[in-house]
């Protein structure tokens, strides 16, 4: 059996060597795999709120702010205000639509690349695991996102 720190520290491993890979992937577009995360939340979920994209995302405020930021000088996203004056709802430009399907063919094949040879079953079991770990991580914490629902 897998002791707990082997686990763990595994886990941080694997999700930085995804990210890293990504990033490599993403450096033609001329973005990071955490703007990515917030393009695609945005086109598949429409404008969102600044506090409901961080809530979604799992994302503290000042570091959905810095990264909203950089995604409106790339012309990717625009930032309007919301139904009150202090609300801001964030969208995807029209470039950012434009773009959309070449980020995404490289989605695609990053996923292919790192989920090859790993049965469906496996693939079930893993993702089943990932959310109990993240509900007992955000009961600890207490920051379980109220509408959070399972990203698939």
Not at 4 to 27: M, P, V
Not at 61 to 79: D, G, M, Q, V, W
Request: hydrophobic share 35%.
């Amino acid at each position: 059996m897998v002791d707990a720190d082997g686990l763990i520290h595994q886990l941080y491993q694997t999700i930085r060597a995804i990210s890293k890979d990504l990033n490599q992937r993403f450096e033609s577009q001329g973005i990071y795999s955490s703007e990515w995360s917030i393009i695609s939340i945005l086109k598949k979920r429409g404008p969102m709120s600044q506090a409901s994209l961080a809530g979604y995302l799992n994302i503290e405020p000042p570091a959905i702010s810095k990264t909203l930021l950089r995604l409106e000088e790339k012309n990717l996203i625009k930032r309007e205000i919301g139904s009150s004056r202090r609300e801001k709802l964030v969208s995807l430009t029209e470039y950012a639509k434009d773009k959309y399907r070449e980020m995404e063919k490289i989605i695609e094949s990053h996923h292919h690349e790192i989920l090859n040879g790993i049965s469906a079953d496996s693939l079930d079991n893993m993702y089943s695991t990932l959310i109990a770990l993240f509900k007992n991580a955000c009961h600890s914490t207490e920051d379980m996102p109220e509408d959070r629902e399972p990203y698939r």
